[in-house]
Each structure stands twice: as C-alpha cells, then as structure tokens.
C-alpha cells in the first residue's frame, strides 16, 4: 500500500506566504512525478504544479512566478511554496504522486486535501 499525506495548510493574509509538504510512503519502489492540484468550492480539480524525479517543473499560469514547486527524492516529499497569496488561491490543495510499487505496479496516489485560506 502507498499512502501519500500533505500538510501544512492554513490560514494566510494576503500578500503573505504558505509552504505545503507532502510525503509518500509505503509499498515503493519509485516516485516518478509529483504534484499539486487544488479545488475550488462547486469546480473540477486543476493542476497547480508538476515535478518530474529529474526536477523539471511545470506550472499553471495563474501561479507562475508566485508558487514554487520542489521535492526531495531521498524522503519521496513534494512541496510547494506559495508567495504572494491572493485571495482566489483560496481552495483545497491535493497532491499526487504516480507511484511504482515494490510488487511491480504503477498508479496514481492522491492525498486527502489540505485547505489555503487567503483573508484579511
């Protein structure tokens, strides 16, 4: 089994900062890409930011030059880290991670959602 665990939401004014965390473990052999996906109340789920095990990174548009996505391959750990917060970055975030086992099978792995609050 894998389980992939996020952290570090909460409550932000903005303009200011967040830095997510998020960890696979388990059953692993290798993480091949990571990433954030967040969801807005009433919408679909939509990319935030991919990291390849190689580190290339791709972004959305509406984050591009504010969120940075990283990883560290050694802990199997995503993270993002979100400057200059508005308040429509407002959401549940959900990181992923497509995972190959130890018993030889491939898939995606989603986290149970962290919330970003951004207010004044």
């Known amino acids: 089994q894998v389980q992939v665990v996020e952290s570090g939401g909460g409550l932000v004014q903005p303009g200011g900062s967040l830095r997510l965390s998020c960890a696979a473990s388990g059953s692993i052999f290798w993480v091949d890409a990571m990433g954030w996906y967040r969801q807005f109340p009433g919408k679909q789920r939509e990319l935030v930011a991919t990291i390849t095990s190689g580190g290339s990174a791709n972004y959305a548009d509406s984050v591009r030059g504010r969120f940075t996505i990283s990883r560290d391959n050694a802990k199997n750990t995503v993270y993002l880290q979100m400057n200059s917060l508005k308040p429509e970055d407002t959401a549940v975030y959900y990181c992923?991670?497509?995972?190959?086992?130890?018993?030889?099978?491939?898939?995606?792995?989603w986290g149970q959602g962290t919330q970003v609050t951004v207010s004044s």
């Open positions: 992923n991670a497509f995972v190959h086992t130890v018993v030889w099978s491939s898939g995606d792995y």
